[in-house]
C-alpha cells in the first residue's frame, strides 16, 4: 500500500469521523465548528490528490472548499446564529443515541453497496467512494434529524462534501471544477434564501432590526 | 533447558512484580500533577504506598448484614485485576505467559472483577453502594462493547488477538499511517477513562458526592478489604495505561528473541512511558469537568461509534464485503 493512498484515506477518514461529530454535537456552535473542519479537511483531501495525482485543476477545488466552506460560510452562519440568539441548544427529532446508530448502519449500507457494485474498479478509487457515499447519507440524515434551518443548511453542505470528495476520487472528470463552483454559489444562494424567508415569514420583513424590536429586554 | 526456562519464569514472575510496585507510584504522579496544576502542594508521590500500608495495619469493619460474598469479593478482585494486568505485555513481549495474554481474556477477567465489585456493593444493602452498582454497570455495558470493536479491529490488522503477537506485529511493521488504528485509539482511551473511573467519567477524588460511582460501591469497605480494593484499581489504571503502551507505543519493547539487555531497555522505556502516561492522564483530568451522569451514555457511545467505524474501515482496506 502507498503512502498516497493512506494519507487520501486518512484524510477521507477524518471526514467521515466530522460527519459524526455534525450528528453528535447539539449545540449551533459546535455544529458550525464541526462543519468548518470538515470542510478544511475535504480542502485538505482535495490538495492531496491534486499534488500525488498531479491534476492541477484539482487545486482549484481544494481553494474554493478551503475559503468558502471552511471559513466564508462557518463565519457567516456564526455571526447569523448570534444575531438571531439561536446558539444555545439544538431542537432535534431524535436523540443524539440514536441518531448515531443510525448513521453507523448507514455508513455500513454505503460500503457494503459501494464495495458490491464498484467490485471491478481499482481498490483506491472504490474506498474514496464508499467513504464518500457515507458522508452524503449522513448529510441526508442530518437533515432529517435536525429542525432547526441552520442545522439543516449544515447537513446538506456536508453532503454537499462528500459529492466533492466523491468526484475528485473519480478520475477522468474535468468538469469537477465547474460543478464545484456552482454547488458551492447555489448553496451561497440556499443560505441566504433560507435565513431571509424564515425572517420574513416570522416578521413580516427581511429587515434584522425587528429582531430587536421582539427581544423585550434590552442591555 | 532448564534454565532458560527458569530465566523466562523469573522474567514473568518480575512482570507480575513490576506492575504492582509500580501501580501505586503511577497513581500518585497523576495526584501530584493534578495538584500542581492547581498551584496545591498535593500529596507527596509515595503517599499512595503510605496509604495502603496504614489500611492493611487497620482493623476492618463489617456491616451486620454483610454476607460471605462481601468479605471474599475483595481478595477476588484483587487476584483477577493483578491476573489481567501481569498479562499484558510490558516490558517484553516474550515471555512465559505470553499466549494466555489474549484480549479477549482480558476483558474477560476484568469483566468478572467487576461484576464482583457490583455484588459487593450492593451486598449490605445500603441505598449508595445500589446507585454505584447500577451506575458502574450501565457504564459497563456501553464500555465492554466497544473493547471488543477495538479488539477485533486489532485482530484483523495484525492477525491475531494474541496481545504479544500484536505488539510483535506493531514493533516489526514500519510506522504507517491507518485510520482504523487512530479511530481505535480514541475509542480505546475513552473506554479507558470510564473504566478506571476518571474525570469526565467518574471524580476518582471524591467521596461525599451523589454522582460518585466507584467510590460508591466501595463505601462500605475499611481496613485490608479497602487497602486491597485500592489495590486493585491502582492496579487497573496501570494495566489501561499498560495496554495503550503495548498496542500504540511499542517502541523500545523487548522482542520475543532478546536476552537481559534488551530487557533491561525495554524496562526502562516502559517505566518511562508509563509515568508520561501518568502525567497526561494528570493534565486531561485537570482541563475539562465532570459530565452528569446521564450524558454518560453519549460519551461513552462515542467509543462504541468511533470503534465501529475503525472496523468497518478495516473490513473496507482488506476488501473483505467484496
Redesign the interface.
Known amino acids: 500500500?502507498s503512502?498516497a493512498y493512506?494519507?487520501s484515506?486518512?484524510l477521507a477518514?477524518?471526514m467521515?469521523?466530522t460527519s459524526?461529530a455534525l450528528l453528535?454535537q447539539e449545540r449551533v456552535a459546535a455544529v458550525l465548528n464541526a462543519f468548518a473542519a470538515q470542510s478544511i479537511t475535504l480542502a485538505l483531501a482535495v490538495a492531496w490528490s491534486a499534488w500525488s495525482d498531479n491534476r492541477p485543476d484539482l487545486f482549484i477545488t481544494a481553494l474554493i472548499a478551503l475559503t468558502l466552506k471552511g471559513i466564508v460560510i462557518p463565519v457567516a452562519l456564526h455571526r447569523t446564529v448570534a444575531r438571531l440568539g439561536i446558539h444555545r441548544e439544538v431542537e432535534k427529532v431524535v436523540g443524539?443515541?440514536v441518531a448515531?446508530m443510525v448513521?453507523?448502519a448507514l455508513?455500513?449500507l454505503a460500503?457494503?453497496l459501494v464495495?458490491?457494485v464498484a467490485?471491478g474498479m481499482a481498490?483506491h478509487a472504490r474506498?474514496e467512494l464508499?467513504?464518500a457515499l457515507a458522508i452524503i447519507l449522513l448529510g441526508f440524515l442530518m437533515m432529517i434529524v435536525r429542525r432547526n434551518a441552520v442545522t439543516q443548511v449544515v447537513g446538506f453542505m456536508s453532503m454537499e462534501n462528500g459529492l466533492i470528495l466523491a468526484a475528485t476520487g473519480a478520475r477522468g472528470m474535468p468538469l469537477v471544477v465547474e460543478v464545484s463552483v456552482a454547488f458551492s454559489v447555489l448553496i451561497s444562494l440556499f443560505v441566504f434564501a433560507v435565513f431571509v424567508f424564515r425572517i420574513r415569514e416570522r416578521f413580516d420583513t427581511v429587515d434584522l432590526e425587528a429582531l430587536d424590536r421582539m427581544r423585550g429586554d434590552r442591555r | 533447558m532448564t534454565r532458560d526456562l527458569v530465566v523466562q519464569f523469573l522474567a514473568q514472575g518480575a512482570q507480575m512484580a513490576f506492575v504492582l510496585l509500580i501501580a501505586p507510584l503511577a497513581v500518585g504522579v497523576v495526584r501530584r500533577v493534578k495538584a500542581r496544576l492547581m498551584r496545591r502542594q498535593g500529596p507527596p508521590l509515595l503517599q499512595a504506598y503510605r496509604d495502603l500500608a496504614k489500611l492493611l495495619r487497620k482493623e476492618s469493619v463489617i456491616a451486620e448484614s454483610a454476607s460471605w460474598l462481601f468479605r471474599s469479593a475483595p481478595y477476588l478482585i484483587f487476584a483477577l485485576t493483578w491476573v489481567a494486568a501481569a498479562l499484558v505485555p510490558s516490558f517484553a513481549s516474550g515471555l512465559m505467559f505470553n499466549w494466555a495474554a489474549d484480549v479477549v481474556a482480558l476483558v474477560a477477567l476484568l469483566g468478572a472483577a467487576r461484576a464482583l465489585l457490583a455484588l459487593a456493593g450492593m451486598d449490605v444493602g445500603t441505598s449508595f453502594g445500589g446507585i454505584g452498582s447500577s451506575r458502574e454497570m450501565m457504564i459497563a455495558t456501553l464500555a465492554e462493547p466497544a473493547m471488543m470493536l477495538i479488539v477485533l479491529t486489532l485482530a484483523i490488522a495484525a492477525g491475531t488477538t494474541r496481545l504479544a503477537g500484536v505488539a510483535d506485529f506493531f514493533i516489526a511493521e514500519p510506522f504507517g499511517v491507518r485510520v482504523s488504528l487512530a479511530l481505535s485509539l480514541i475509542s480505546l482511551v475513552i473506554v479507558a477513562l470510564a473504566e478506571n473511573a476518571r474525570i469526565p467519567v467518574d471524580n476518582p477524588a471524591t467521596h461525599l458526592e451523589l454522582t460518585m460511582v466507584h467510590e460508591a460501591m466501595v463505601l462500605e469497605y475499611s481496613g485490608r478489604h479497602l487497602a486491597l480494593i485500592e489495590a486493585a484499581s491502582h492496579l487497573k489504571l496501570v494495566l489501561y495505561l499498560s495496554l495503550l503502551i503495548c498496542l500504540f507505543a511499542p517502541f523500545g519493547m523487548a522482542p520475543a528473541t532478546a536476552g537481559l539487555s534488551g530487557w533491561a531497555i525495554g524496562l526502562v522505556a516502559w517505566i518511562a512511558k508509563l509515568l508520561a502516561g501518568a502525567v497526561l492522564l494528570g493534565v486531561w483530568e485537570v482541563s475539562i469537568a465532570k459530565m452528569r451522569v446521564f450524558r454518560l451514555p453519549d460519551f461513552v457511545g462515542v467509543a462504541f461509534v468511533f470503534g465501529f467505524i475503525a472496523i468497518l474501515l478495516a473490513f473496507l482496506t482488506r476488501g473483505v464485503f467484496a
Open positions: 500500500m503512502q493512506e494519507i484515506h486518512l477518514g477524518v467521515l469521523v459524526f453528535y443524539v443515541g448515531l448513521g453507523l455508513t455500513g460500503q457494503a464495495l458490491k467490485a481498490s474506498e464508499a467513504l
